[in-house]
């Protein structure tokens, strides 16, 4: 009982030893790293070869090595998909060969890190007590591990993101403008990954107009912010009109997307164009749309299409929104053909799991300046989902937001009962006092 409470009391210490941080930490890091790894084992997915989108990620890396260029036929240039995650795996191919070993062991080593910014974040804003269970939320959500397998870009998305997280507290702390430029630098990369980290960064905006004290200042923070994230994205955006004779900014998958969701047969997921799907003449062939129009005419097609319905389904489109934000709330991976069949128990405990968060989020309220950065990434994920679609991928971003909110509930819940052991803990009985006789 005496070394419970002496853990328990050391739990209650508002610091800790460096000795003993280090140590929690590295627990928590073994942790994940064996999860992920006995969750590939398991699976025997180790030499699996890519599913999905990762078989475009794979030929488009291949092909950067072969000296094709970016493209999945040489001779034929290719902007349908954001650059990023081809290039790291291009990059991984050259060191270590044509490995899918050796993407997921990486992909182990990313979800493994992505908890040492979570803890120094939430340390920084909270207690080392709530970094630490966010630290270990991050290492045993199963989200986080089921993406370990894949060969998509969530595993560096996620750990990047939470590097923005503990940059975004760094520079509220400091407030000098230089500490926004690797925020810029962060964010661009990510925008190669996931184009929609875009509007993201522009709401990193109203961080810093809460955090820096002068117009003259916000506004240069702001523009410094901006320019630091688009010099990444410019060189790209050059290439593709020098490779198209015609601007694209980063990718073109984004018209498809749309229309992919707002269409007749919508239901707040992805609908996969085809002639059946179409409903109309002229069908497209596949994804990428029409063969004898460019990559940019294809979406600007499938953009004016889905602009067209919603036009005159605009009752219909409404209807669709909240369906869309359900699915980018619930366990649903995008395209309808392809449901997630779980077990019971898994949407259960997923919606208890929401439940707590929601009570975190209320705790974060009282350090709202703080947690900003997470709220935006909320925002802008919900927003998305609006625009575009539901699925449990493409909200992906949620899970760090959640994981933080549920460690402030479970922080609280520890303190309550370390309160209620001290309550019923020994006491040591009184002298008695004696009375003076005369």
Same mark, same amino acid.
Request: aromatic share 12%; glycine share 6%; proline share 6%.
């Given at each position: ?6 853990? #328990? ?17 590295? %627990? ?48 034929? =240039? ?49 207690? @080392? ?53 690797? #925020? ?10 996931? =184009? ?16 820096? !004290?002068?117009?003259? *200042? ?17 060189? @790209? ?11 694209? @900014? ?27 799907? @179409? ?26 299409? %889905?602009? !067209? ?12 929104? =909240? ?63 609006? #625009? ?12 760090? =937001? ?19 052991? *001290? ?10 006092? *004696?009375?003076?006789?005369?």
């Amino acid at each position: 009982m005496e070394k419970l409470r002496s853990v #328990i009391s050391a739990m209650n210490q508002e610091a800790l030893p460096r000795r003993v941080e280090i140590g929690l930490l590295l %627990a928590v890091s073994i942790l994940a790293l064996a999860l992920r790894f006995l969750y590939v084992t398991y699976e025997e997915s180790w030499t699996r070869p890519p599913e999905y989108d990762g078989i475009e990620y794979d030929m488009l890396a291949n092909n950067l090595l072969s000296g094709s260029g970016y493209s999945l036929q040489e001779g034929h =240039p290719y902007g349908f998909r954001p650059p990023g995650y081809p290039f790291f795996l291009a990059l991984l191919y050259a060191v270590f060969g044509r490995s899918y070993v050796a993407v997921r062991v990486v992909n182990v080593l990313l979800g493994t890190l992505t908890c040492l910014p979570i803890y120094r974040f939430v340390r920084h804003v909270w207690q @080392w007590q709530t970094g630490l269970l966010a630290s270990l939320g991050v290492a045993v959500h199963p989200l986080l591990i089921y993406f370990t397998s894949m060969i998509y870009p969530e595993c560096l998305i996620l750990c990047l993101m939470a590097v923005v997280f503990l940059l975004v507290n760094e520079a509220s702390g400091s407030r000098h403008i230089r500490d926004v430029l690797p #925020i810029g630098v962060v964010l661009g990369i990510l925008v190669y990954l996931r =184009p929609s980290i875009l509007t993201f960064g522009l709401m990193l905006c109203a961080w810093i107009w809460l955090t820096y !004290e002068t117009v003259k *200042k916000r506004l240069l923070t702001c523009i410094c912010l901006m320019v630091v994230m688009a010099l990444p994205i410019v060189p @790209w955006s050059i290439r593709n009109y020098l490779v198209f004779d015609e601007f694209i @900014w980063m990718a073109t998958e984004g018209g498809v997307t749309f229309w992919a969701s707002n269409n007749p047969l919508a239901q707040g997921g992805w609908i996969e164009p085809s002639p059946a799907t @179409w409903l109309g003449p002229n069908p497209p062939v596949n994804l990428r749309g029409w063969p004898e129009l460019t990559e940019a005419e294809s979406e600007a097609r499938f953009l004016n299409a %889905a602009l !067209e319905w919603i036009r005159d389904h605009l009752g219909e489109f409404l209807s669709l929104l =909240p369906r869309k934000l359900a699915r980018a709330w619930s366990l649903n991976f995008g395209n309808e053909a392809r449901q997630a069949n779980l077990p019971v128990i898994v949407p259960v405990a997923y919606a208890a799991f929401l439940s707590i968060c929601l009570i975190g989020f209320v705790l974060s309220l009282q350090r709202w300046q703080d947690s900003l950065v997470l709220y935006l990434l909320i925002i802008n994920s919900n927003l998305m989902a609006l #625009i575009f679609y539901g699925s449990t991928r493409q909200s992906s971003f949620l899970v760090l =937001p959640l994981v933080v909110f549920a460690a402030l509930v479970f922080n609280r819940i520890f303190r309550i009962m370390m309160s209620v052991l *001290k309550v019923y803990q020994p006491r040591t009985p009184r002298k008695t006092r *004696k009375i003076p006789t005369r």
